[in-house]
T-cell receptor
Framework: DSGVTQTPKHLITATGQRVTLRCSPR?????VYWYQQSLDQGLQFLIQ???????AKGNILERFSAQQFPDLHSELNLSSLELGDSALYFC?????????????FGSGTRLTVV | DQQVKQNSPSLSVQEGRISILNCDYT??????FLWYKKYPAEGPTFLIS?????DKNEDGRFTVFLNKSAKHLSLHIVPSQPGDSAVYFC????????????FGAGTILRVKS
């Protein structure tokens, strides 16, 4: 158990629907990162939050949004889902806002859009 | 734009031999490099890292080599063990970009006993 909790582990939904992925960071970590891993792709950085504020944005689609709540858990909202959104979505957390080390990853949410 | 590339999707090695995983990058601003290991149904876990001011870092059976002029790094595992079978991701970061990690596509390592 890495200390980063992601729910649900698996999600199957239809095109056009909306889903919410949840991440609880490791205790004491203030920064949360979301990554997407599609088939044969590396982990693509989507977005980072630090202590409730958006810190950095990557290749995140406009149909996707995220937020970090006062208790530091984060949610990634995916709407108007398309078949190509099927992927593994990982959350990672770290203590600092801008440090390359100390990332702890959750076990991911596997999203299947049918 | 794949700034970090792992050109070998998979590698198969005999137990006890050396495993060499390669990674190339294109952005000269990267100043910190990491390797992560991922087992099925788990998230990536940190394995070893190297700063751009060094050319080698060793941790037990794992050694990472960095060739800045060639924008190339490699991970050596000696001796390889069946438990090393996993997906290995190379990652890079730059202070210029807030140190967020940029990952390669990963290499599947299979160590045969």
């Amino acid at each position: 158990d890495s200390g980063v909790t992601q729910t649900p582990k698996h999600l199957i939904t239809a095109t056009g629907q909306r889903v919410t992925l949840r991440c609880s960071p490791r205790s004491g970590d203030l920064s949360v990162y979301w990554y997407q891993q599609s088939l044969d792709q590396g982990l693509q950085f989507l977005i980072q939050y630090y202590n409730g504020e958006e810190r950095a944005k990557g290749n995140i689609l406009e149909r996707f949004s995220a937020q970090q709540f006062p208790d530091l858990h984060s949610e990634l909202n995916l709407s108007s889902l398309e078949l190509g959104d099927s992927a593994l979505y990982f959350c990672a957390s770290s203590v600092k806002a801008a440090s390359p080390y100390g990332y702890t990853f959750g076990s991911g949410t596997r999203l299947t859009v049918v | 734009d794949q700034q970090v590339k792992q050109n070998s999707p998979s590698l198969s090695v005999q137990e006890g031999r050396i495993s060499i995983l390669n990674c190339d990058y294109t952005n000269s601003m990267f100043d910190y490099f990491l390797w992560y290991k991922k087992y099925p149904a788990e998230g990536p876990t940190f394995l070893i890292s190297i700063s751009s001011i060094k050319d080698k870092n060793e941790d037990g059976r794992f050694t990472v080599f960095l060739n800045k002029s060639a924008k190339h790094l490699s991970l050596h595992i000696v001796p390889s063990q069946p438990g090393d079978s996993a997906v290995y991701f190379c990652a890079a970061s730059a202070q210029e970009y807030g140190n967020k990690l940029v990952f390669g596509a990963g290499t599947i390592l299979r160590v045969k006993s």
